[in-house]
């Protein structure tokens, strides 16, 4: 007999419901859950992947050690207590460990309350991650706006008139910061009534093909079209509303002065929108109608990330849109961190480069590498990988392979040999998907709607194997007793959840939420900032001084002269997920999606034919992939997704590897970085495009 499970998709950011129909261990269905309170109804081909990661013949059970070169499975208990011991010797030598945290990890809850106890036992304040190659420039302007690094309003899609996405895909990501499942359908009921959404992006895109409008942007270059848009906005509407206008603070007056000095025309032909254009999108976010302005990964991952972030801001404040319903609001989940953990801090570091940001104790994952390449004392010589693969994810992975095959230790918690477990000592393996629970611990307080909705395990845990906050806790407990230290009980995820919910301002139980497998509907997103800021004096700190001194920065860097080269940017489709579903038999099916998308004039100009094999050259690396011409990406630009490169030696993912494919990470840079957040740079890369030598030798 079969039955149905209603579940929440972990695999991206928005959180669908999804119904599982099962027989014994077998997923016989993945669908979308019409009943579920968030997604209604809504899914994408990833949610249908869950059950290829469940039933994956590549996907390890027990944990595996390295020795000479081949993988031994070994018991837990070994791999724990050898752990524990080494990691032990490193540091009684003086030797330093550290932790990447990748992205999987902010998808499963379980790891959320079991971390900081691993981090402790391991004697880290501080870790590198994948936040730092994404977001990390949203939580310095939150920090210094808001008073706290997660206080993050989010568009109110389904009130809002007018919506400008910049830098985003929110058709094939499914929103980013930004908990919007459904996305096309809320677009088409938004144009329904009426609303227009705007798209920049240098690609015309999936979003940008369900648009009103869309314009192409020179990557790289949007903080001059922010400046150009928030120029125009405070011309428009010169006085703030009066609810910002009470929620502001004084510095705002700092912002106009700044901002008229720069010269329109000059902006528009910086970044490669027409005034037209520029005075059209303030005019619409000035009108009455509610509007937002949003960006994304292709603003965040720049070097001027944390400046676009606060210009975003600003504009929202200008144009009246800030805490408006349709405009942007900060949701009131359940589960609200805000009033539960700390404010978060943005610091700096001495690093192997030097002083760095450290925002919320995130290393910059740009110096990575370096810091495992130095020579002396404080040269990392252990580290943990937890589900992630930053050789395919973070800047120049090449020099990371080489970095990671010099560490004395290195322990992955991944259930697969990646390009980056592959130089681990010890793979510790999680149980499948469908033998875990779920909770959106960091997606609710991002989502369009205030909501709750928590989903057990489906299958019960096979004989040998252990869920990730599992195999943390116990390895966190393992390195406590070998070093002499106090060991502490273990908190299950479960108790750690009920306790939060309870202490949160809605004071929900997690049997409560547990009882309504759809999820709970808690209502629309509200404007309550007011009660919600946490900076000292409890208003918006408008214009805090780093942000006006990185304006002042990039004024200058507008009279530089821009070099004349092609622009690599990356993109997402709507059947991968960042590296970790690559080997999905149902997501790969189909032409080869690792190619270099490029313009039909650059094309031309090189004498590239559609499918020929280009060689695609940075200032660290080369690689050589197909070519795809489409005029869908601007002249001057060329775009490879990330998450590829599985054709590295001893990877072993079966289906990952049948089509060539190579990483854009092998390309992307770690010199360049966003000066206030330490945020990577990956996106408009300088490279050359040429024909692949062999192909020019063999004519
Ligand atoms: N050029 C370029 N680079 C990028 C980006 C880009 O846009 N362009 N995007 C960046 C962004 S936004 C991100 S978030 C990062 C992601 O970068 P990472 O987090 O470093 O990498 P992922 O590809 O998400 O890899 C996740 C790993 O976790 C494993 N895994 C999956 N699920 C689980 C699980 O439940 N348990 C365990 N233990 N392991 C699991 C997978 O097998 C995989 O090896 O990439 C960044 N890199
Ligand atoms: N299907 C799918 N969904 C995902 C993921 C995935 O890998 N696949 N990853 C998840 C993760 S970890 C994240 S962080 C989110 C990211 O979610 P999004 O940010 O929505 O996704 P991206 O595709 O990275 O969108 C970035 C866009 O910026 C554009 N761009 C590049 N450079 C520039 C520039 O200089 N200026 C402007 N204006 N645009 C530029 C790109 O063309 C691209 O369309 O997606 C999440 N959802
Ligand atoms: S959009 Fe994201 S959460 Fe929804 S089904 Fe697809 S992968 Fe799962
Ligand atoms: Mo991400």
Known sequence: MSQIHARTCHICEANCGVLVEV?????????????HVLSRGHICPKATAIADLQDDPDRLHKPVKRVDGDWQEIGWEQAFSEIAARLTDIKGQGGKPAMYLGNPSAHDYGI??????????????????????????HHVVQYHM????????????????????????????????????????????????????????????????????HHFVKPGTDTALFVAILKTVLQLSPELNDVLAALVDESWENIRPAIANFDLPQLSAFCG????????????????????IYGRMGVSVTEYGTLNQWLIQAINIASGNLNREGGTLVPEP???????????????????????????????????????????????????????????????????????????????????????????????????????????????PLAVRNYACYSPAIFDMPEGEKADWEIVAELAREIFAASGQDIPNIREP?????????????????????????????????????DRLLTEDKKIQAA?????????????????????????????????????????????????RCTLMINPADAEARGLADGDMATVESRVNSVDIIVEITDDVMKGVVSIPHGFGHQREGVELSVARENPNVSINDLTDPESYDRLSGNAVLNATPVTVARMAELVAAE
């Open 273 to 292: 929108v027409s005034t037209e254009v520029i005075e059209d999108i303030a005019q619409n976010l000035c009108d009455d109608k509610p509007g937002a």
């Open 334 to 444: 359940a589960l609200d961190t805000i009033n539960i953990v700390g404010r978060g801090s943005v610091e700096t570091i001495d690093t192997a480069r030097g002083e760095m940001p450290n925002i919320m104790g995130e290393l910059p994952t740009i110096t990575f590498a370096e810091e495992m390449l130095r020579e002396d004392e404080e040269r990392i010589r252990a580290l943990f990988v937890m589900t992630g693969n930053p050789v395919l994810s973070a800047p120049d992975g090449a020099r990371l392979d080489r970095a990671l095959e010099k560490l004395d230790l290195m322990v992955s918690f991944d259930m697969y040999v990646t390009a980056t477990s592959r130089h681990a000592d010890y793979i510790l393996p999680p149980c499948g998907p469908m033998e875990k629970d779920h909770y959106p611990f960091f997606l609710g």
């Open 146 to 213: 808001f008073g706290h690094v997660s206080l993050c309003p989010v568009p109110d899609i389904d009130r809002s008139q007018y919506l400008v996405i910049v830098g985003g895909n929110p058709a094939a990501s499914n929103g980013s910061i930004w908990t919007v499942p459904d996305f096309k359908k809320r677009v088409k009921e938004m144009q329904a009534r009426d609303g227009q959404l705007v798209v920049i992006d240098p690609r015309r895109t999936e979003t940008a093909k369900l648009a009103d409008a």
């Open 494 to 530: 479960r108790d750690v959840l009920d306790n939060m919910l309870q202490s949160s301002p809605r004071g929900m139980t997690l049997a409560e939420i547990e009882a309504e497998p759809n999820g709970i509907d808690l209502g629309p997103l509200m404007p309550h900032l007011e």
């Open 23 to 35: 027989e014994g261990r077998e997923i016989l269905s993945i669908k979308g859950n019409p009943d």
């Open 544 to 592: 805090h001084p780093d942000f006006m001194e990185e304006l002042g920065r990039f004024a200058n860097s507008l009279n530089e002269d821009q070099p004349d080269t092609l622009r690599l940017i990356g993109r997402r489709h709507v059947r991968q997920n960042n590296s970790w579903l690559a080997n999905s038999k149902r997501l790969q099916k189909g032409p080869n």
């Open 112 to 137: 959320t309350t079991q971390v900081g106890q691993l981090r402790r036992a391991i004697g880290l304040k501080n870790l590198y991650s994948a936040s730092t190659l994404d977001q990390i420039p």
